[in-house]
């Protein structure tokens, strides 16, 4: 793993090269971006550099016993904090905080990775606050995190930003290249939208079946299919897609610019039933709930809300299952 391998992030890439290079490493850094476009390859990579002995350039030696702690997944100035049971608590901050007091064991300085940032409660949050107040002598912190937007403004504000972006189709193809290929290449880079991860994480159509699954169950009232707030919001996701594909056909016919490429016949039905205005319309509404995700919505009230929503444009989407 090295921040040279990164692929398709110039201005993250940019931003820590420039610290490397500069002897400038900030006391936090916040990697913010969607899912699955390399915010935690590039914490890692950049954590590899920080704690390696003699890097060369955007590459950690692999040979020193720093570089062999880490591949070995023990170095004990490599703290890593992850959320259990979807959340990061106060007390896991504080013992954070402890382990970060302590003088680094192997190099100058230790490097802490907090993953899902934005999963710490108002407790955790508080406490961490701390920490970036008065950062411990050589330490790093790396927060990462797809939704910046849910920290507290006084832990952002006292981070430096590395965004990341969805990567190009030409970077995806490259990085799903390895598990994937022919036509079911193209596919999936066009549906994981630049997020490559997740469709190494998981191939995407599965979980557009799932969706198509939904879709079609729709017309009777029922109870919510998505057993958490991630499936929810991949629902949301491939829900727009096929929203947008139905007013490509509506306004070009042109099937080759098709996310949904495999589904051009029903892609085509919905597009003849719906009018223009209905197909914007009722994607207009899906991305407005995309945005009020945040809160805590009742998902049986959505599912039922949703589904009168096709209703109302004519936009049932069984036609594709
Ligand atoms: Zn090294």
Redesign the pocket.
Known sequence: MSLAELIGQPVALRILEAALQGGKISSAYLFYGPPGVGKRFAAMGFAQLLL????RGLR?????P??RLLQAGTHPDLLVLEPSGGMLRVDEVRALQEALALKPLQGRRKVALLKEAHTMNPQAANAFLKTLEEPPGESTLILCTPRAAELPATIRSRCTPVPFRPLREQHTMALLEERYQGPELRLLARLCMGRPGLALRENPLLARQKALQALGSMGQPGKAPWADHQELQEFLDILGLLLRDALVLKLTSEQALLINQDLAGPLAKMAKRATEKGIIECYQRISALKAELVFNLNRNILFNYIGSLLREFELEVSACN
Not at 52 to 55: K, M, R, T
Not at 60 to 64: E, L, M, R, S, Y
């Open positions: 390696c002995q003699s890097p950690p030696c692999g040979d020193c720093a570089c």
